[in-house]
C-alpha cells in the first residue's frame, strides 16, 4: 500500500492578519546547514521566478473557468456540509482581516503566551466566541463570494478554493506522493494562469508578491 500524504491549509484565526498558525520547530535557535541550504535554493528560485514574471491577467470567474474545462473539476454545490465549513471558517477570518470592527473586542484575541493546558483552553474558548460571533453578523454587512472545486480518482483527493470578492486562490490535497507531486503542479499552472497585470508588476502588488513566492516555492 502506496503511502499517503495530506496538504492543506486550515484558517484558525489570529490578531495580525487573517490566519495564524502554529509552527513546530525551532524556536529563535540557530539555522542547520540543510534549511540554510534551503534558504539558498529558495532565494536563487525567487530570482528566477521574478525574472520570469510576464503580465498576463485572468479575472477570477475566468479561473473558476479553467478549472473547470481545462482541469476537469467539479463545484461543490453550496449545500453540501463540505462547502458550508470552509465558507463559515473563510468567512469568520476575512471578516476579523477586513471589518474587524464588527466584532467588537473579540477582534482582539490575547496571544498565546504559554503552551500549558489552561492558557491553551481559554485561547481556543476565545476563538470559538469569535467564531460563533461572526457567524451572528448579516451577511448583508459582510459577506464572502466562495466557490469550492474537487476532483477525486483512485490516489488523490484535490480541491481549488476560489474566494472572488477578495481575490483568494487555495488549495487542499490528500493522497500517494507522487499524486501529491502532480497537484502541486496544477496548483502552480492555476496561479500562474490566474496571473499578473503589468501594473501589478509595476507597483509589486499583492498579486504579483503571491505569484512570485508560489513560482519559486
Known amino acids: 500500500m502506496s503511502r499517503k500524504r495530506v496538504s492543506a491549509t486550515t484558517i484558525i484565526g489570529g490578531s ?8 513546530v520547530g525551532n524556536k529563535g535557535g540557530k539555522l542547520s546547514l540543510r534549511q540554510k541550504f534551503e534558504r539558498a535554493c529558495y532565494k536563487i528560485r525567487k530570482k528566477r521566478a521574478v525574472n520570469s514574471v510576464k503580465a498576463d491577467a485572468h479575472t477570477m470567474d475566468e479561473v473558476c473557468e479553467y478549472i473547470v474545462n481545462e ?4 463545484e461543490v454545490d453550496k449545500t453540501e456540509f463540505r462547502y458550508k465549513e470552509e465558507y463559515r471558517e473563510m468567512r469568520a477570518s476575512f471578516l476579523m482581516q477586513y471589518r474587524p470592527e464588527l466584532l467588537g473586542e473579540l477582534a482582539e484575541i490575547p496571544k498565546l503566551e504559554n503552551h500549558d493546558k489552561e492558557s491553551l483552553k481559554y485561547f481556543f474558548e476565545q476563538l470559538e466566541m469569535r467564531q460563533k460571533a461572526a457567524e451572528s453578523i448579516s451577511t448583508d454587512l459582510f459577506d464572502i463570494d466562495l466557490h469550492i472545486f474537487a476532483q477525486t480518482t483512485n490516489n488523490l483527493e484535490s480541491s481549488f478554493s476560489i474566494e472572488k470578492n477578495y481575490e483568494l486562490i487555495s488549495s487542499s490535497s490528500s493522497g500517494s506522493k507522487s499524486e501529491m507531486k502532480k497537484f502541486e503542479k496544477l496548483f502552480r499552472k492555476v496561479y500562474i494562469y490566474y496571473g499578473v497585470t503589468q501594473k501589478d508588476i509595476d507597483e509589486h502588488t ?7 513566492r508560489v513560482l519559486a516555492k
Open 16 to 23: 495580525d492578519g487573517p490566519t495564524s498558525i502554529f509552527l
Open 71 to 74: 482541469l476537469g473539476y467539479t
Open 206 to 212: 499583492k498579486r504579483y508578491e503571491e505569484l512570485v
